[in-house]
Each structure stands twice: as structure tokens, then as C-alpha cells.
């Protein structure tokens, strides 16, 4: 089974600043990496698939990249409302699907 | 609009059964993915299994096998996730969550609001 590593486990940081967050993959998963924003006391909610393609309306803030096993969420003008846990998450066409344990991002 | 509506809470005792339900609405139903999936008290996100509501073919995680049963109606649009005997370990927000709706892509794209299930003696 993969496994997803996500660092660091908090981030702080000061609105306008620039951020990054990683998601490593125990063995290659291609493209296959989601991110999702969960605020504080809300559901979760898809900002990109396919490793960097922004889902319908997204900020264009935020940023995926990476491929293999080495992936990255930028946010690149922090807000305030962006203040809530990002998870990683890799899926597949064999129906699996793995989360990250979570990055904390304090504004 | 693409909706996934799920009750607020539940509170039951050790031992006993229960069955959420989780409402689809805004697409056909009967064409996509739906699932479940898990999130502890101050813990992170565990998907739990899914189910294919035109044939009920289901695929669950293997930390979530034999402890759960996940169903479908499509005349009601509903997916539901039953436990036969609850523990207090399985305390918990219960997110219903569908697949491949609106993007395309393996990924839960639409999300319920979630159900609290409460376990304890």
C-alpha cells in the first residue's frame, strides 16, 4: 500500500507571505495526487487533482506541482481564510484511495 | 446542484446497530462512485470504501473490511453505512463523499456535510 508523508505537520505564517507544502509518496503514483483544504469545523473540500489542475473556483493562489513521488501545494499570498489543514491524496484506477496525515497552516 | 445531504449526528451506546444515510441530488446517481469516509476527533481523513450504486459492487479499504457495510438505493438516491455493533473507538465525523462527478478524476469531488456518530456508555 503507498503511503503519504506530508511536511511539515504546521506552518506559520503571515498573510502575503508564500507557502509550500510537501506530500511524498512512499514509491511513484505518477500524477495521481490530490489536495484538499479542510477550515476549521468544514468540510473538506477539492482544490487540486491530477497533481496541479485547480478544481472550479479555486484561487488561483494556489498552485500544485510535482510528479512521482515528490509533490508540492504552493499558496503564494496567504489569506486569512486560508488558514486550515491541507491533505495530500493519492487515488488510482484500481478504487484506492490514501490520505496524507495533514499540514496545519496558521495565519 | 450537486448536493450530498447527511444528518447532523448520532448518539448510541456500545454494541448497538446503526445506519446512516447520505441523499444524493443534482446528478445521476446510479453513474458514479459513492463512499464514505472517516475522520477521528482531531485526526485526519481515512477513506473507509465505496460503492457503485448501479450493480452494488463495493471496494473498502482494508482497515475498514468486515467492520462496516456500505449500501445503496437508487430509487431514494441514497448510500448508506451500517455498523452491526458499534465500539466507542468507532466515534466519529462520517463524511459521504462521491467520486468522478464533476471532475474528471478519481477524486472526491463532492463532498456531504458530514455525520457525527457518538459512541458511549
Known amino acids: 500500500e503507498i503511503g503519504l508523508t506530508q511536511s511539515p505537520a504546521t506552518l506559520s505564517a503571515s498573510p502575503g507571505e508564500r507557502v509550500t507544502l510537501s506530500c511524498r509518496a512512499s514509491q511513484s503514483v505518477s500524477n495521481y495526487v490530490a489536495w484538499y483544504q479542510q477550515r476549521p469545523g468544514r468540510t473538506p473540500r477539492l482544490l487540486i487533482y491530477d497533481a496541479s489542475t485547480r478544481a472550479s473556483d479555486i484561487p488561483a493562489r494556489f498552485t500544485g506541482s510535482g510528479s512521482g513521488t515528490e509533490f508540492t501545494l504552493t499558496i503564494s499570498s496567504l489569506q486569512s481564510e486560508d488558514s486550515a489543514v491541507y491533505y495530500c491524496q493519492h487515488y488510482n484506477d484500481w478504487l484506492s484511495w490514501t490520505f496524507g496525515q495533514g499540514t496545519r497552516v496558521e495565519i | 446542484e450537486v448536493q450530498l445531504v447527511q444528518f447532523g449526528a448520532e448518539v448510541r451506546k456500545p454494541r448497538e446497530s446503526l445506519k446512516i444515510s447520505c441523499q444524493a441530488s443534482?446528478?445521476?446517481?446510479?453513474?458514479?462512485?459513492i463512499g464514505w469516509v472517516r475522520q477521528m476527533p482531531g485526526k485526519g481523513l481515512e477513506w473507509m470504501g465505496v460503492i457503485h450504486p448501479s450493480n452494488s459492487k463495493t471496494k473498502y479499504s482494508p482497515s475498514f473490511q468486515g467492520q462496516v457495510t456500505i449500501s445503496a438505493d437508487t430509487s431514494t438516491s441514497t448510500a448508506y453505512l451500517q455498523w452491526n455493533s458499534l465500539k466507542a473507538s468507532d466515534t466519529a465525523m462520517y463524511y459521504c463523499v462521491s467520486s468522478n462527478v464533476i471532475v474528471a478524476a478519481n477524486v472526491f469531488d463532492v463532498w456531504g456535510q458530514g455525520t457525527f456518530v457518538s459512541v458511549s456508555s
Open positions: 443534482g446528478y445521476i446517481f446510479s453513474a458514479y462512485w
